[in-house]
């Protein structure tokens, strides 16, 4: 708060516990009397050393961020008090699945390490050591060290946090700042389907209940809750057209989930889809206008493409179980649900499929993610270009 006698401040070094026996120095600034309430008012501080000259020049430091404005109160906070409100917000501004990766990291990595110091005693050193130990001895998980992007995934997390206690005016810097993690010596390729494992894959689900989410994964790069929140009402029959509007996903307590919106506005897509998987659309609709007759219940088209047996949606993680036993069953490599959308789209890229349109196709809000998430694709097919020069350039040039 601006005072009108800000420029008074004096201030005192004070060693503890004495003169003779010197641990650290409380160091008080003084503003002075408040002239609405008459009553002294002063700004403590503790500093950690036995060195009077250091003390008094972090006196004459604080007193001059004071008269510029630029002085954060001394507080109490702890990290783990940051951290819960930080959590708090994140719950109000993020989705549930976010708000739930936050919170474990936090309760696993975050809290454990860090979680009972002084917010404004936390320093950048004491940061590096954590994240040096971690990444080559263990982790407050196991006994096993952690990958760096595992730690680089903790460490956004905490910056978040740090950089929202500045904002609210908890803390001045962020030591998070400049703290090296390193990288990883192993191979970070994306996993994905080969495109004979992906037509081993839509043979293996042929006639199966399966057959139709193979087919909108592939065909429209979905997410998950993309695929489980897609509803008749978002396909056009006429146009073959499938639009992209919401997402079910878990909400907080995993076991209610909600339809919400998509993630970003370039998630918001329409695309034309291919013939098959129309032909599969339309036996869908059919399909689940009986569960309805049977049900005894009226067909609206907000009734889910993707559904169990009584009509009902499914729940997202347990779309994942039956993904996984799908992969099981039929003796196919194991990939995560997700990365069907990771094979979809280097499989666009492979065939020649222009990048704008595939960066549309995903719902990717820049380009540049398309390819700095699959950049692996342009080096399984450097050949092509070579191969491409001697069949049209060079041999031209030979003959």
């Known amino acids: 708060m601006m005072r009108a006698y800000k420029k008074n401040v004096t201030g005192s070094v004070r060693p503890r516990p004495n003169k003779d026996n010197i641990r650290y120095f409380d160091v008080t600034i003084e503003l002075g009397r408040n002239p609405y309430t008459g ?13 009077r000259e ?18 954060i109160m001394p507080n109490n906070m702890t990290v783990e008090d940051l951290m819960k409100e930080y959590l708090e917000y994140v719950k109000a501004q993020r989705s549930p699945a976010t708000g739930r990766d936050y919170a474990e990291k936090t309760a696993t990595y975050i809290i454990p390490e860090f979680g009972k110091m002084k917010l404004q005693k936390l320093e950048k050193g004491k940061i590096q ?6 990444r080559n001895v263990k982790s407050p998980a196991s006994d096993k060290p952690l990958r760096a992007e595992s730690i680089r995934h903790i460490n956004r997390i905490f910056k978040a946090a740090l950089n929202y206690a500045i904002e609210m005016e908890y803390i001045k810097k962020n030591p998070t700042n400049g703290v090296r993690i390193g990288k990883d010596l192993t191979n970070n390729r994306l996993e994905v389907y080969t495109t004979d494992e992906i037509k081993e894959l839509k043979s293996a689900v042929k006639g199966t ?3 139709l989410s193979v087919a909108l994964l592939f065909d429209c790069v979905m997410r998950r809750g993309e695929l489980l ?55 869908q609709k059919v399909y689940c206008k009986t569960i309805c007759l049977r049900e005894g219940k009226p067909f609206t088209g907000k009734q889910r ?42 499989w666009f890229l492979s ?22 998430a699959y950049s692996h694709v342009a080096k399984d097919d450097a050949s092509r270009v070579a191969d491409l020069l001697d069949s049209t350039l060079f041999s031209a040039v030979n003959e």
């Not at 050591?129 to 971690?134: C, G, L, P, S």
């Open 129 to 134: 050591q954590t994240y040096n130990r971690w």
């Open 39 to 51: 009553k002294r008012e002063r700004i403590p501080f503790r500093v950690d050393t036995t060195d």
């Open 229 to 283: 929140g897609l509803a008749f009402e978002d396909i056009d029959f006429e146009k073959n057209i499938v639009k992209i509007r919401h997402s079910w996903v878990e909400s907080e307590d995993s076991k209610k989930p909600v339809l919400k919106d998509c993630k970003t506005d370039g998630s918001y897509r329409e695309m034309v889809v291919s013939e098959e998987t129309m032909r599969l659309l339309k036996r």
């Open 209 to 211: 209940d399966m057959e």
């Open 54 to 71: 250091e003390a008094e020049a972090f006196l004459t430091l604080k007193k001059a961020e004071y008269i510029q404005g630029d002085l």
């Open 351 to 372: 065939q020649g499929v222009p990048l704008h349109i595939v960066q549309a196709r995903a719902g990717h809000q820049d380009p540049k993610i398309t390819l700095s």
């Open 305 to 346: 493409v993707i559904c169990k047996e009584d009509g009902n949606p499914f729940l997202p993680k347990s779309y994942t179980s039956k993904w996984n036993k799908t992969l099981k069953k039929y003796g196919l490599r194991h990939i995560k649900l997700h990365g069907t959308r990771h094979s979809a789209i280097s």
